[in-house]
Nanobody, 114 residues
Framework: QVQLVESGGGSVQTGGSLRLSCAASGGTFSSYSMSWLRQAPGKERELVATIARSDNSRYYVEAVQGRFTISRDDVKNTVYLEMNALRPEDTAVYYC???????WGKGTLVTVSS
């Protein structure tokens, strides 16, 4: 059983930055591909970014390419999402997930005001 706890959300103005963290416990973190997803009000949850195990490859949805960076620290069992140049449309609850598995955090809210 894997537990995931997100943190780092908050309220920022357009153009601001936030760094989300997701701390994992209860599993072999280094063996997992990890993902960040988000769900905006009234919309379906969408994949934002994925990082493969061993940090070999990363994927970003087009809307965040060049602004967001996903990274991981296998010593700290933590995955990060560095978010820069934030826009109002980035407002959402952000979740981390073990890619392809039913292990999710409870989410952290990011609000970007214009």
């Amino acid at each position: 059983q894997v537990q995931l706890v997100e943190s780092g959300g908050g309220s920022v103005q357009t153009g601001g930055s936030l760094r989300l963290s997701c701390a994992a416990s209860g599993g072999t973190f280094s063996s997992y591909s990890m993902s960040w997803l988000r769900q905006a009000p009234g919309k379906e949850r969408e994949l934002v970014a994925t990082i493969a195990r061993s940090d070999n490859s990363r994927y970003y949805v087009e809307a965040v390419q060049g602004r967001f960076t996903i990274s991981r620290d296998d010593v700290k069992n933590t995955v990060y999402l560095e978010m820069n140049a934030l826009r109002p449309e980035d407002t959402a609850v952000y979740y981390c997930r073990v890619t392809g598995m039913n292990y999710w955090g409870k989410g952290t809210l990011v609000t970007v005001s214009s």
